[in-house]
């Protein structure tokens, strides 16, 4: 629904370029970050593909049926007897039997008239069978469906599960974590906007004080009042207040195009900011720091804590090589030829069920895998605990940097203050002629650059708060 809904925003946001400049709030700009970016999307199908590999793993304590088939052309039939046979007393063929010495001189011996007929009997009978055991083979076909069920596989499957899954929630981390880093690059980029918009307007308000100065300095010295060189340095002046604003112009322009870039609008695109979300206004209330629950929500902690159940898992998937594997099959094969009752050009099928045992004896490669897994996982602990350390320290300056920055909004605000009365005061005094216009240009030149502290200490407080809020989990 969120989808759909930005990217409706995103289809009436197109049709409204062309037309009037498109006004963006904080939400709005964040909404359409999140929703619009290419990573966004890669994030999601990484997040699936982690999802269904995890399945997968689990379908594996399931049985796996498959069924195959194969043809087989051979060139050759099979014989299963010799076309020569050598016995002890002779060679027999389907050309008769031929006796060896001395079964030939006995036979000759002692039966003159049958030697001949015991040869053509012999090889009349020898050649029927050696017909007889004549296989066609030439066309093979075989066909098979078997079903294969682990019973016991050393505990791989339940292992790699583990593992899937917590790849899995290492994938959803991640699209978490680059949210968030969405969300913190969208708001740089919505408050710098606002940052240049605001000197922008100072920018004109400047020039305009000059251009007023101007006019004042001009009529003075047509009274006699001021001296060319009091007109060359509001000139000069002029000059300044007309480059800083056509900078503040292009910076503007700028700063627009890569919040557009950041949202996925066209860069051409007329952007305002909403005036609701002023740079000085609702800054965070108190900036605690409590370790347990920033710790509990930084996605870097989550990762390597993932990767840690990752690395312990792969120590009992290698440990599972050492262990013995039991797998029992079931299958159903059908043949043509076939032998179920003697060689026969018909299909025959017939079933069977097996078990197969392997026990590993002498595996030192798998005891080797299991120390190299062993030395991963405890890396991976170190590295936690090295994270957890910095996280702590990135928190705790964070907040230091929330409170200077603080304190310095508030001495510019004060600054400003100061610097305000002191251009009335200026401004009545060049009036009633007890000041000169040099005295007035730095009075506002001073007004000038307090205003611009004042929106750089603005600024700095967000991107200061932005940070405090991406170091302790709160995006």
Not at 96 to 111: H, I, K, S
Not at 169 to 194: F, G, M
Request: with cysteine; charged share 20%; aromatic share 6%.
């Amino acid at each position: 629904m969120k989808r759909l809904s930005a990217i409706l925003l995103g289809a009436v946001l197109a049709c409204a370029v062309q037309a009037q400049p498109v006004v963006l709030t904080l939400d709005s700009c964040r909404n359409m970050a999140l929703h619009s970016t290419i990573k966004s999307r890669i994030d999601q199908e990484n997040v699936q593909a982690a999802k269904y590999a995890s399945q997968a793993v689990t379908a594996r304590f399931f049985p796996q049926v498959s069924a195959n088939g194969v043809y087989l052309w051979n060139s050759r039939h099979a014989y299963v007897l010799p076309q020569i046979m050598e016995t002890p007393f002779g060679t027999i063929s389907p050309d008769g039997l031929m006796f060896n010495n001395p079964y030939a001189d006995v036979a000759e011996q002692y039966l003159p008239r049958t030697t001949e007929w015991i040869n053509e009997m012999t090889g009349a009978a020898y050649g029927n069978l050696y017909n007889r055991f004549d296989f066609d083979m030439t066309h093979v076909l075989v066909g098979q469906v078997g079903i294969v069920q682990p019973v016991y596989v050393g505990g791989r499957i339940i292992f790699a599960q583990k593992m899937a899954r917590s790849l899995e929630r290492i994938a959803r981390i991640k699209a978490r974590k680059n949210q968030s880093d969405v969300t913190v690059e969208t708001e740089e980029a919505y408050w710098r906007v606002l940052s240049v918009q605001e000197k922008e307007r100072l920018a004109e308000r400047y020039l305009a004080l000059i251009r007023q100065l101007e006019q004042d300095v001009l009529a003075a010295q047509e009274e006699g009042m001021a001296t060319s060189a009091d007109v060359l340095q509001v000139k000069m002046a002029l000059s300044d207040a007309e480059s800083s604003l056509a900078q503040a112009h292009n910076g503007l322009k700028l700063s627009k195009m890569a919040l557009c870039q950041v949202i996925g609008l066209p860069l051409e695109t007329d952007i305002s900011l909403s005036d609701s979300a002023r740079l000085d206004s609702m800054s965070l209330a108190d900036v605690p720091v409590d370790m347990q629950q920033i710790k509990a929500r930084r996605e870097e902690l989550q990762l390597l804590g993932e990767l840690g159940n990752v690395a312990r898992s792969g120590v009992g998937l290698a440990a599972a090589g050492l262990q013995p594997n039991i797998v029992a099959t079931a299958n159903y094969v059908i043949t043509n030829p076939s032998m179920a009752d003697g060689f026969n050009k018909s299909f025959e099928g017939f079933f069977s069920v097996g078990v197969s045992v392997d026990i590993p004896i002498a595996h030192a490669s798998d005891i080797l895998a299991v120390r190299a897994a062993k030395h991963k996982a405890k890396a991976v602990e170190l590295q936690l605990e090295d994270a957890r350390q910095k996280i702590e320290l990135q928190a705790t300056q964070s907040a230091q940097k929330v409170n200077e920055a603080r304190y310095k909004l508030a001495y510019s605000k004060t600054a400003l203050a100061h610097s305000e009365e002191i251009l009335r005061y200026a401004q009545d005094s060049y009036a009633e002629g007890m000041l000169t216009a040099t005295d007035l240009m730095k009075a506002q030149t001073a007004w000038h650059k307090a205003c611009t502290e004042k929106i750089d200490a603005s600024i700095a407080l967000r991107m200061a708060e932005i940070t405090y809020k991406k170091h302790t989990g709160q995006l």
